[in-house]
């Protein structure tokens, strides 16, 4: 009997502990039941009693009377209703010099008559309330310029931010759960504890909570001291107790990550899958991006197995694989400079690195030791058999074709970027101009290795289960595009990707692989000295 492999273990593993995660999540949706003949609390909403909504600013997340602003009053809230309130708040001396500003919103009963102050507010007993931070800091985005013309360095410094600044969320969410429900007073959401406000022993008061899933990067606005005012949209949306216990875990979550050292700007990309969507699409999109994550792992795997046995490279592109090494580098640093989301950036500095190690096994790198001197590289690729020397003859004949188009294509599309184009730096142009050859033209590199297996008639020395792994994972890659923010033009590689992908595919069933025959690490084992190949090739 044969025991399954570790990965295949580690895999049902994963996937068992993706299934009971997606089971725990549904169980958010589930309003617990309360039983005849013990304690409930009911919500104060259930006889729809009217209200008033109250909003205020501060420069602190607990001011006294005289340190609040009152924007808005509404006589008569409907909190059944989704709406959006447009605030112009003037902004405090404090706020413009890097300071922090908050919105406090207070729902009371409107028998009040009389105009009631912020401190007789929040002394009321039957008072809804919630502070929501408006501000954040953040690194302001780079000041692009074409490169070509003069500008004056004086100015060019002045505005060059190191630090974050304050930035006012120029869209702001809160919510109030007005679901009609009961809770066994044993049985309330572990979540909602600190939350809920008890009155009259068996009722709680509405529970408004501000939705940070709503407010995403791109709402922020930078402030400075020329600053008057500021336009905030505010919206407000009813919810049901699932969605409320969702926000709270995931704001929970979230909080975690920043702690393990991920930015605002990763977190934004997480928000963009939780926000306005339901159970069914985020359970889907939870097993989906596992199985995104386990392709990965899996196709690391297969692909450094295979290299790492691989003595004879017979029938691989050589210029493939260095082209693959160059161009993933190139993709790394540019998703680097422009601050893409660490979602992106760790599985491509990982595949980068595999790239790079593969470079060792196609020069046949050697480090030799003389003695605890200095160590020598040695490139010791001279000597090939001959299966390698005629693959070597037919990657330099379809690279001798492919410089014919790739080079003027690669040079013109650089100097009409920096005739016509913005850029922050010289280095940033040089890391743009790279990375758009590698995205408009880089699947013409997989060229010379379709090449290869065409005059091959084989397609028997691929690593194949690598392959299927990155090649499921490029149709994942599809629906993430969509999902996750990431420059276009990265956007625009993950659909290339499947049209290379399908060709392979073609070669796959053209070139079908002939179990019986001898494997062709095995034959023509006679070396070749590849300088006097090269020069009978001249």
């Not at 997480?270 to 969507?277: N, P, Q, Y």
């Not at 090649?471 to 969509?482: E, L, V, Y």
């Amino acid at each position: 009997m044969q025991w399954p492999s570790l990965s295949l273990i580690l895999s049902e593993v994963f996937l068992a502990y993706i299934v009971y995660s997606i089971y725990t999540l549904s169980l958010l949706f589930v309003v617990p039941s309360c039983e005849k003949g013990k304690p409930c609390l009911e919500s104060y909403l259930y006889k729809n009693p009217q209200s008033q909504l109250h909003i205020y600013s501060s420069v602190t997340e607990r001011p006294i009377e005289r340190e609040v602003n009152l924007l808005y009053t509404l006589e008569n809230f409907n909190y059944t209703q989704t709406q959006n309130i447009s605030l112009s708040i003037d902004l405090p001396r404090k706020t413009k010099q890097n300071g922090t500003l908050f919105l406090h919103v207070i729902m009371v009963p409107i028998y009040y008559k009389q105009v009631k102050s912020f401190r007789e507010l929040q002394k009321d007993l039957l008072m809804a309330y919630t502070t929501i931070k408006l501000t954040q800091y953040s690194v302001p985005e780079a000041e692009v310029f074409n490169l070509l013309e003069e500008r004056d360095v004086s100015a060019r410094t002045t505005k060059k931010y190191v630090y974050p600044v304050t930035h006012i969320k120029s869209k702001v969410t809160f919510t109030i759960m007005t679901e009609d429900i009961k809770f066994p007073t044993d049985g309330v959401p572990m979540e909602l504890i600190h939350d809920l406000r008890i009155i009259n022993g068996n009722k709680f008061l509405p529970i408004i909570n501000y939705d940070f899933l709503q407010t995403r990067h791109r709402d922020l606005l930078q402030i400075s001291p020329q600053n008057k005012t500021v336009n905030v949209s505010l919206m407000y949306t009813p919810i049901t107790l699932g969605k409320l216990r969702l926000i709270l875990h995931v704001e929970a979550a979230m909080q975690s990550l920043k702690n393990l050292g991920f930015s605002d700007k990763d977190i934004d990309e997480v928000k963009g899958i939780f926000a306005d969507t339901n159970i069914y699409l985020l359970g889907s999109t939870f097993f989906i991006a596992a199985i995104h994550l386990l392709f990965d792992f899996l196709a690391f795997k297969s692909d450094v197995s295979f290299w790492r046995r691989k003595n004879n490279l017979a029938g691989l592109s050589k210029w493939t694989v260095v082209w693959r090494a160059f161009s993933q580098t190139i993709i790394f640093f540019y998703l680097l400079e422009e601050n893409s989301s660490l979602l992106v950036l760790i599985p491509t500095g990982i595949g980068t690195i595999i790239e790079l190690w593969k470079l060792k096994k196609i020069f046949r790198i050697e480090v030799i030791s003389n003695n605890g001197i200095i160590p020598r590289i040695h490139f010791n690729e001279n000597k090939i058999n001959a299966a390698e020397a005629q693959t070597r003859v037919f990657d330099a004949e379809s690279m001798r074709y492919l410089s014919y188009l790739l080079y003027p294509l690669v040079i013109g599309a650089a100097l009409y970027s920096l005739l016509y184009q913005h850029h922050k730096s010289w280095y940033s142009w040089t890391i743009h101009s790279l990375v758009n050859g590698v995205y408009a033209f880089g699947f013409l590199f997989m060229l010379p290795q379709l090449f290869i297996n065409y005059k091959l008639k084989s397609v028997a020395h691929l690593p194949w289960r690598a392959f299927m792994y990155k090649a499921f994972n490029t149709f994942i890659d599809d629906i993430f595009a969509f999902i996750i923010t990431m420059p276009t033009a990265h956007r625009i590689a993950c659909f290339r990707d499947d049209a290379v992908f399908l060709i392979y595919l073609y070669q796959r069933w053209l070139y079908p692989v002939d179990k019986s025959r001898t494997d062709a690490d095995t034959i023509a084992e006679e070396t070749v000295d590849v300088n006097s190949l090269t020069k009978k090739i001249n």
